[in-house]
């Protein structure tokens, strides 16, 4: 009883630190906290709460610098737990949040202008397009690859409501 005690009150000291509450605001320290309680606790909800801060720190560069793999880790863990919690108590109480930052954590990962660019490139010359040190972009500037992506997206809807209305068309002369 006196570790969980011990390391619920960690945790509180950790948020402390992190917010600011009752003593002045040192994410490093929050850091080291919040790690010591996901490296010692046993309580499961303890060590969730404890690895979705970490996982805002890293991917908000909050006592750390942004590391968005390092945030991708701590969210996956904390939904793991989370789960785990889920399943034994039948209560969630984080699981919307981390969900969603875990979400946004992907998706800020990708480059979808950068993707496109190099499936372009994959079928030319890639002389320019072997070294991924920048000068491979070049040939298509990100600016033109986004009215290119604009008009494949415009042409795409445009064939999508002509299919569309085509049928309802046909459904309803039948």
């Known amino acids: 009883m006196q570790k969980e005690t011990e390391d619920e009150a960690t945790l509180k000291l ?7 509450t009752a003593l002045k605001q040192d ?3 929050a850091v080291d906290l919040y790690k010591q309680v996901v490296s010692t606790s046993r309580q499961i909800d303890l060590r969730g709460h404890a690895m979705l801060n970490l996982g805002m720190m890293h991917h908000f ?6 590391d968005l793999d390092m945030a991708q880790i701590y969210y996956d863990k904390a939904m793991k ?3 785990s919690t889920s399943t034994h108590t039948g209560s969630s109480s984080y699981m919307t ?3 969603l930052l875990n979400l946004y954590s992907k998706w800020q990962r990708l480059d979808i202008i950068e993707t496109v660019q190099r ?6 010359n890639q002389s320019n397009a072997t070294s991924l040190d920048g000068s491979w972009t070049e040939m ?7 009215v290119i ?7 795409l809807t445009l064939a999508g409501m002509v299919k569309f209305l085509r049928r309802d068309y046909t459904g309803n002369n039948n």
């Open 61 to 66: 560069g909050l006592g750390t610098p942004i």
């Open 149 to 155: 992506l604009a008009i494949i997206g415009y042409w």
């Open 14 to 20: 950790g948020d402390f630190h992190y917010y600011g």
């Open 119 to 124: 499936f372009f490139l994959f079928g030319s």
């Open 97 to 99: 949040p981390i969900y």
């Open 81 to 83: 737990e989370e789960a």
């Open 27 to 29: 994410y490093s320290k």
């Open 140 to 146: 298509v500037p990100r600016s033109q690859m986004l």
